[in-house]
């Protein structure tokens, strides 16, 4: 898929900020690192970028690569995922999303966390394995459907095997590691 330039570099550069500062609180929040009046202040703004991100797709459908070019689109990608307080829009975005894979403007890898993010959020088992708890002890893989053809579907929607993506992830998500990126890949995570 070649991308040119994007229609909405103003859209892209916002969604790219929103998701950047989300990113860092994430990565605090993961780690403890947050008071009682940051850690509220980390959840208006996942609020207000649900509210941004609902503005685009009212009036733009979902903003792909041809609109917000490949940061632009992978930075709503992690403003959907972490909307989590909001299932219907969740829901909403997760359709759009595949609307835009079948119209290749977006990555199906992108689709395929955002599905499971919004099964777990659902009650439901995740189909891709793309979605992870921080426990004390360590990381677990959300609930799962069918793990035993896991790499298969994997597989199909462009993801590595589950062994590689769990050691990844338990690499990231180690105390002495010191990148903003562990929030996208601890708690219930982005990563895999």
């Given at each position: 898929?070649?991308?040119?330039?994007?229609?909405?570099?103003?859209?892209?550069?916002?969604?790219?900020?929103?998701?950047?500062?989300?990113?860092?609180?994430?990565?605090?929040?993961?780690?403890?690192?947050?008071?009682?009046?940051?850690?509220?202040?980390?959840?208006?703004?996942?609020?207000?970028?649900?509210?941004?991100?609902?503005?685009?797709l009212a009036e733009h459908d979902w903003p792909g690569l041809r609109l917000v070019g490949t940061a632009g689109?992978?930075?709503?990608?992690?403003?959907?995922?972490?909307?989590?307080?909001?299932?219907?829009?969740?829901?909403?975005?997760?359709?759009?999303?595949?609307?835009?894979?079948?119209?290749?403007?977006?990555?199906?890898?992108?689709?395929?966390?955002?599905?499971?993010?919004?099964?777990?959020?659902?009650?439901?088992?995740?189909?891709?394995?793309?979605?992870?708890?921080?426990?004390?002890?360590?990381?677990?893989?959300?609930?799962?459907?069918?793990?035993?053809?896991?790499?298969?579907?994997?597989?199909?929607?462009?993801?590595?095997?589950?062994?590689?993506?769990?050691?990844?992830?338990?690499?990231?998500?180690?105390?002495?590691?010191?990148?903003?990126?562990?929030?996208?890949?601890?708690g219930l995570a982005d990563a895999a």
């Amino acid at each position: 898929m070649t991308i040119a330039e994007p229609k909405r570099p103003d859209l892209a550069r916002e969604l790219i900020a929103r998701a950047q500062a989300s990113t860092a609180h994430r990565a605090k929040r993961v780690r403890n690192q947050l008071d009682a009046v940051q850690l509220g202040q980390s959840r208006h703004a996942d609020h207000a970028n649900t509210k941004f991100l609902r503005r685009i797709l009212a009036e733009h459908d979902w903003p792909g690569l041809r609109l917000v070019g490949t940061a632009g689109a992978r930075a709503a990608w992690r403003i959907a995922l972490h909307s989590d307080d909001d299932l219907c829009f969740q829901r909403a975005a997760t359709r759009l999303l595949e609307r835009a894979v079948q119209a290749d403007d977006a990555f199906l890898h992108h689709w395929a966390h955002l599905h499971d993010r919004t099964l777990i959020n659902s009650g439901r088992e995740q189909e891709f394995g793309t979605q992870f708890f921080l426990r004390s002890d360590g990381i677990e893989l959300c609930p799962l459907r069918a793990p035993e053809s896991l790499d298969e579907r994997r597989a199909s929607v462009g993801l590595v095997p589950i062994a590689v993506a769990l050691d990844a992830v338990r690499r990231r998500c180690a105390p002495d590691h010191r990148s903003e990126d562990v929030a996208a890949t601890c708690g219930l995570a982005d990563a895999a």
